[in-house]
T-cell receptor, first 110, second 114 residues
Framework: DAKTTQPTSMDCAEGRAANLPCNHS???????VYWYRQIHSQGPQYIIH???NNETNEMASLIITEDRKSSTLILPHATLRDTAVYYC???????????FGKGTRLHILP | NAGVTQTPKFQVLKTGQSMTLQCAQD?????MSWYRQDPGMGLRLIHY???????DQGEVPNGYNVSRSTTEDFPLRLLSAAPSQTSVYFC?????????????FGPGTRLTVL
């Protein structure tokens, strides 16, 4: 079973910040949180990852709660091209099997 | 680097036929995996491998075989195709050094079993 739970779908107005939550209440101390997105029927692509500190890159920001039981992916200025399914996963060692949940389908509204 | 390549892109099989989906990567990644994605659903792990000669089952392994004779290749075999195996199949490989283990996905193989 997936170690994360996410809302099935969310809407966000174009130009606004999209905040996608993820619950990972059973995360272990050595497990990182990774976010991927899948646009239409393409293979998923990496967005960002983090352990316990907040992270930011050119695509998004990742906010992890202090107890590490949940996180939020933030797309600061959503565009129509951000319409996709977003997956939150946790992974410890490089040899851990990687289980994806159902993800959140993000609709960007014009 | 070509990244992760998959062949074929599309395939139609009849029930009971067998076939092999090919996956290759040129990034020297030890970790490779196969997922299937049914319409409107998330990805489900079929099999994965942490190196040549080592494979293990994922969430939905029944009906599929894998082997890993080289680091580069990780083929997925359907022994006797069934309509329930109609799906999109994604192969992925993962960085296995350092502290950051990004996965790279192939473009997918769209399989229809009649």
């Amino acid at each position: 079973d997936a170690k994360t739970t996410q809302p099935t779908s969310m809407d966000c107005a174009e130009g606004r910040a999209a905040n996608l939550p993820c619950n990972h209440s059973t995360i272990s101390g050595n497990e990182y949180v990774y976010w991927y997105r899948q646009i239409h029927s393409q293979g998923p692509q990496y967005i960002i990852h983090g352990l316990k500190n907040n992270e930011t890159n050119e695509m998004a920001s990742l906010i992890i709660t202090e107890d590490r039981k949940s996180s939020t992916l933030i797309l600061p200025h959503a565009t129509l091209r951000d319409t996709a399914v977003y997956y939150c996963i946790v992974r410890g060692g490089w040899d851990d099997k990687i289980i994806f949940g159902k993800g959140t389908r993000l609709h960007i509204l014009p | 680097n070509a990244g992760v390549t998959q062949t074929p892109k599309f395939q139609v099989l009849k029930t009971g036929q067998s076939m092999t989906l090919q996956c290759a990567q040129d990034m020297n990644h030890e970790y490779m995996s196969w997922y299937r994605q049914d319409p409107g659903m998330g990805l489900r792990l079929i099999h994965y491998s942490v190196g040549a000669g080592i494979t293990d089952q994922g969430e939905v392994p029944n009906g599929y075989n894998v082997s890993r004779s080289t680091t580069e290749d990780f083929p997925l075999r359907l022994l006797s195709a069934a309509p329930s195996q109609t799906s999109v199949y994604f192969c992925a490989s993962s960085v296995t050094s350092g502290r950051f283990y990004e996965q790279f996905f192939g473009p997918g193989t769209r399989l229809t079993v009649l």
